[in-house]
């Protein structure tokens, strides 16, 4: 928003931004079956509506327009998919920016003392108040987001070692694919069976759960990173095809993780894709050295 913007032009913008938030969190809460679930996002309804109805009278006329409404429509359908928190997390990732600016009017000496005092009162619910009640949905994803992430970083990386240390013995895409396959079916076993064990010693988990999550997101993982093999194209185009699968999968993932654990996703997925290069270097010269030790190639 503009610096020179007046008052009123200025707190009808953040009258349409706490009404958008208004409406995504009760639109949310009417299709959520949880009650405690329910509790908190009606809750977060009524704080944007409050907040709203403050700028609002500060303001001239506010409604949301054609980009408001398909953005709201397109939040909406992002949370069905994506999960609440995660949508949640990512409306409020411009927090910061916004208190900056309600703390910019507050400073200007533009308000009344009793308006002022509302929004030092808003400003603390924009800075913890509202990420204290996200935090408290539960939600399936993000309850088992440690072992989504264990299942599918170890395939992504356990599988890529595999496929290049094929690369350096074979010429054929589809016994690389078959390997790829057979390893990946007997470690998602593994991993699950070691989840399971895990969480038996960790308090608030359950082992059956977490073993179940484990073991499927490795399966699901393994198959799309042996299907480019499979589908019997060239080794190099397959193995590029497979690291590409891998590398978007991992961006997804961590973009995903680092909203709803509130971190910096850039530094996450490089250094996930560093690793996987590690690995994929390592297991390529791997194979190599079987190759000349033994004499045998495929």
């Known amino acids: 928003m503009a610096r020179g913007a ?24 009417e299709r959520e079956r949880n009650p405690a679930n329910k509790s908190i996002l009606l809750e977060m309804a009524k704080q944007e509506r409050m907040h709203y109805e403050f700028w609002k009278r500060l303001s001239d006329e506010v409604k949301l327009g054609p980009r408001e409404t398909f953005r709201l429509r397109l939040f909406n359908f992002t949370s069905r998919l994506l999960g609440k928190v995660f949508t949640i997390k990512l409306l409020e990732r411009h927090e910061g920016d916004v208190v900056a600016e309600y703390e910019e009017v507050l400073k200007s000496g ?76 007997s470690a998602s076993m593994s991993m699950a069976a070691a989840a399971y064990l895990q969480s038996k010693q960790e308090r608030g988990k359950s082992p059956g759960s977490t073993a179940a ?30 690291l590409l699968l891998a590398f978007l999968i991992l961006a997804f993932f961590s973009f995903y993780s680092s909203v709803i654990m509130e971190r910096a ?23 190599e050295l079987v190759k000349s030790v033994t004499g045998l190639s495929l």
């Open 213 to 242: 999550v484990t073991g499927v997101m490795y399966m699901l993982t393994v198959v799309l990173l042996t299907a480019p093999f499979l589908l019997g194209l060239p080794i190099v185009s397959a193995l590029a095809a497979s």
């Open 6 to 29: 007046s008052l009123a032009e200025r707190a009808r913008e953040f009258a349409l931004d706490e009404l958008f938030d208004s409406l995504l969190y009760q639109a949310m809460a």
């Open 265 to 287: 996703f850039a530094r996450d997925y490089l250094e996930n894709v560093g690793v996987i290069f590690l690995v994929v270097t390592i297991g390529y010269f791997f194979g």
């Open 110 to 185: 533009a308000l009344a003392e009793d308006d002022s005092r509302i929004l030092e009162r808003i400003i603390e619910d924009e800075r913890s108040h509202e990420n204290a009640l996200a935090n408290q949905i539960e939600e399936f994803a993000v309850r088992h987001l440690g072992a989504i992430a264990l299942g599918m970083s170890d395939a992504i990386i356990e599988l890529s070692g595999v496929h290049a240390g094929f690369l350096g013995y074979t010429s054929s895409s589809i016994y690389t694919g078959i390997a790829g396959l057979i390893v990946g079916v």
